[in-house]
């Protein structure tokens, strides 16, 4: 098994910043993909950004691309997603997901449902 916990949420303006982080704990010497998702009320989850456990692939969705950076510490097991220039459209809980079975289909990143494990998500709310 694996426990993922989200950190970093909070309430920012248009403009501002913040930093997200995915403690991963348990089984996590098979990780193979991490990724991050988001859901805005009334809306369906969508995918924000992945990365490969090793190596150095990333991916992001075009909405954010430009203005998001994913990483990850192997060594602390932690998933960052750092986010810049945030708009209100961004608002959202944001979930970091694990996979660690093998896969590889079109939607490597992109498929939530390929993903193993979930944490409970952590609220970011941007301010107009």
């Known amino acids: 098994q694996v426990q993922l916990v989200e950190s970093g949420g909070g309430l920012v303006q248009a403009g501002g910043s913040l930093r997200l982080s995915c403690a991963a704990s348990g089984r996590t010497y098979s990780t193979i993909v991490m990724g991050w998702f988001r859901q805005a009320p009334g809306k369906e989850r969508e995918f924000v950004a992945g990365i490969n456990w090793i190596g150095r692939s990333t991916y992001y969705a075009d909405s954010v691309k430009g203005r998001f950076t994913i990483s990850r510490d192997n060594a602390k097991n932690t998933l960052y997603l750092q986010m810049n220039s945030l708009k209100p459209e961004d608002t959202a809980v944001y979930y970091c997901?694990?996979?660690?079975?093998?896969?590889?289909?079109?939607?490597?990143?992109?498929?939530?449902?390929?993903?193993?494990?979930w944490g409970q998500g952590t609220q970011v709310t941007v301010s107009s």
């Open positions: 997901a694990l996979r660690n079975t093998y896969y590889t289909g079109s939607a490597y990143f992109t498929d939530d449902a390929r993903y193993d494990y």
